[in-house]
């Protein structure tokens, strides 16, 4: 993969969101991992980050095959602005890939 070989997160419950918030960099890069795995395994849906406490999950974000246009969109729109040209070319690659399997 590219990024993180780590899905989950260790992330007080009551900071859940503020993470996401401060972690944009993660969650959009752990986006294209996911949606290239899912489009090379045919898979409908797949967890891309899970977050847990104490050593137990209590949440879990899933990615739908049909969210991966719309994920990947953002994706690049996040790498542009942060001049992260390498991941917005990762992403434009699987967005195309996702559109060739659906033509």
């Given at each position: ?17 503020e993470w996401l ?83």
């Amino acid at each position: 993969m590219i990024y993180t070989k780590k899905m989950r997160n260790e992330v007080d419950p009551d900071y859940l969101e503020e993470w996401l918030i401060n972690n944009p960099d993660k969650v959009y890069k752990r986006s294209v991992e996911t949606a290239i795995s899912m489009i090379k395994n045919k898979k409908e849906s797949e967890s891309f980050i899970e977050f847990s406490w104490d050593n137990e999950i209590y949440s879990k974000i899933y990615m739908k095959r049909q969210d991966i246009p719309k994920a990947m969109d953002k994706a690049i729109e996040y790498f542009v602005n942060n001049e992260l040209y390498e991941y917005a070319q990762m992403a434009k690659n699987a967005k195309d890939s996702m559109d060739k399997t659906t033509q």
